[in-house]
């Protein structure tokens, strides 16, 4: 069973930065492609930013020109750095790892991300 573990999140004031990390424990990312979502309260989970396993990457018009997402296939990892944060930013991201051909479908824990000052 592949295991997708978010990290990185954390509070942080309007403006600055965190780097999300997402790490998988095989090597799913190879084969899958992978998207940043994320959920605030009372809010429909959103999806953020994903990278196919072309390297095509495809971002929110919400965070065009803040986030980047890249991958490490090498050290199973996904990132999505996150700059020039908003207080809208504040919600849990998620991870998620899919290809519809494989059948497959993963998701990670979650990553509390609070930008306030």
């Known amino acids: 069973q592949v295991q997708l573990v978010e990290s990185g999140g954390g509070l942080v004031q309007p403006g600055g930065s965190l780097r999300l990390s997402c790490a998988a424990s095989?090597?799913?990312?190879?084969?899958?492609?992978v998207g940043w979502y994320r959920q605030a309260p009372g809010k429909e989970r959103e999806l953020v930013a994903r990278?196919?396993?072309?390297?095509?990457?495809d971002y929110a018009d919400s965070v065009k020109g803040r986030f980047t997402i890249s991958r490490d296939n090498a050290e199973n990892t996904v990132y999505l750095q996150m700059n020039s944060l908003k207080p809208e930013d504040t919600a849990v991201y998620y991870c998620?790892?899919?290809?519809?051909?494989?059948?497959?479908?993963?998701w990670g824990q979650g990553t509390q991300v609070t930008v306030s000052s």
């Open positions: 095989g090597s799913i990312f190879r084969i899958a492609s």
């Open positions: 990278i196919t396993l072309g390297g095509m990457k």
């Open positions: 998620h790892a899919w290809s519809g051909s494989r059948g497959l479908d993963y």
